[in-house]
């Protein structure tokens, strides 16, 4: 079984930095994009940011851009996200996600096949 599992959430304060990280499980993601996600309160789910499976090559969503980075161990079958300068809109249960198919660096949320149960980041201003 399949499983993605989140960690390093918390309550930071604005300015502040935390790193996620996102574990997989049951099978190996070297080969696939993997991505992050997030839903702030009352609102949609947004794309944050995505990795190749090389890690060569990223994709980030305007809010997050040159504030947040996304790598990934594969040894590990980890994915990180270390987020620095963050505001307080950047509040949200945030999503690791990871895609069956091979290779690409995909960013809609449709397109991946497996989720983590998310964590909750929560910057106080």
């Known amino acids: 079984q399949v499983q993605l599992v989140e960690s390093g959430g918390g309550l930071v304060q604005a300015g502040g930095s935390l790193r996620l990280s996102c574990a997989a499980s049951?099978?190996?993601?070297?080969?696939?994009?993997m991505g992050w996600f997030r839903r702030p309160p009352g609102k949609e789910r947004e794309f944050v940011a995505a990795?190749?499976?090389?890690?060569?090559?990223?994709s980030y969503g305007d809010s997050v851009k040159g504030r947040f980075t996304i790598s990934r161990d594969n040894a590990k079958n980890t994915v990180y996200l270390q987020m620095n300068s963050l505001k307080p809109e950047d509040t949200a249960v945030y999503y690791c996600?990871?895609?069956?198919?091979?290779?690409?660096?995909?960013?809609?949320?449709?397109?991946?096949?497996?989720w983590g149960q998310g964590t909750q980041v929560t910057v106080s201003s």
């Open positions: 990795i190749s499976w090389s890690g060569g090559s990223t």
């Open positions: 049951g099978r190996t993601f070297s080969n696939n994009c």
């Open positions: 996600a990871a895609r069956k198919s091979l290779y690409g660096l995909v960013v809609r949320d449709y397109e991946y096949d497996y």
